[in-house]
């Protein structure tokens, strides 16, 4: 069985400021790990996939996560927030092996103040 | 990676009647799956549809509720049975993009918001 948990449904970060969004997972396996956002009255678009090469993943946008095993997170963020990077987050996890079902978490929407 | 369209974009349905969404990728993929994403939960999986097979349905989603056609590598619908207002939602198809890779990334069509009254 796999799972995420995303902490906090609603982030608020001013422009320019640093961006954290958390990430939890539970796995039996090695898990596969994704980064996705949806924009207003769009589909979900990949930001970034952590596939057990590097732990640090670097995506679209400027943004990264970092893959820390130990703590079974998957925490998305970028230096500097931009006006632009309001949307709805989602982390999500599945597994090696062929096509593995892919779990998402509840998402978390972030606002950026001017 | 992939283009999908998805029709209608949104839709305004009455109790009691069923809704056909459709969904048309740029490119020949083996397996399309159709979500569902409500207000203030995760995305989660109706059903696996392969083409000249019967769909794959995940717990708590049945046939007679959500029937899905795969008639080519290139389409599906799915269509919302007996609509009730607990079926307002947004349904998304989605297609495996980067499959060579095995890392199963999703590619995910705009969506189909149904209101239900």
């Known amino acids: 069985a796999q799972s995420v948990t995303q902490l906090g449904s609603h982030v608020s970060v001013s422009e320019g400021a640093l961006v954290l969004l958390r990430c939890n997972y539970s796995?039996?396996?090695?898990?596969?790990l994704f980064w996705y956002v949806q924009y207003p009255n769009q589909g979900l678009q990949l930001l970034l996939k952590y596939t057990s090469a590097a732990t640090l993943v670097k995506g679209i946008n400027g943004f990264e996560a970092e893959f820390k095993k130990s703590e079974t997170s998957f925490h998305l963020t970028k230096p500097s927030a931009h006006m632009s990077d309001a949307a709805e987050y989602f982390c999500a996890v599945s597994s090696s092996g062929g096509y593995q079902k892919v779990t998402f978490g509840t998402g978390t929407k972030l606002q950026v103040i001017p | 990676s992939a283009v999908i369209s998805q029709k209608p974009s949104r839709d305004i349905c009455q109790r009691g009647t069923s809704l056909t969404i459709q969904c048309q990728v740029d490119?020949?993929?083996?397996?399309m799956f159709w979500y569902r994403q409500q207000p203030g939960q995760s995305l989660t999986l109706i059903a696996t549809?392969?083409?000249?097979?019967?769909?794959?349905?995940e717990s708590g989603f049945v046939i007679d509720k959500f029937p899905i056609s795969r008639p080519n590598l290139t389409f599906s619908t799915l269509t919302v049975s007996n609509m009730s207002p607990e079926d307002s939602s947004i349904y998304l198809c989605?297609?495996?993009?980067?499959?060579?890779?095995?890392?199963?990334?999703?590619?995910f069509g705009a969506g189909s918001r149904l209101t239900v009254l």
């Open positions: 490119s020949q993929v083996t397996m």
């Open positions: 989605s297609v495996e993009t980067d499959v060579d890779s095995g890392a199963n990334v999703l590619t």
């Open positions: 549809a392969n083409q000249g097979s019967e769909a794959t349905y």
């Open positions: 796995s039996s396996v090695p898990p596969y």
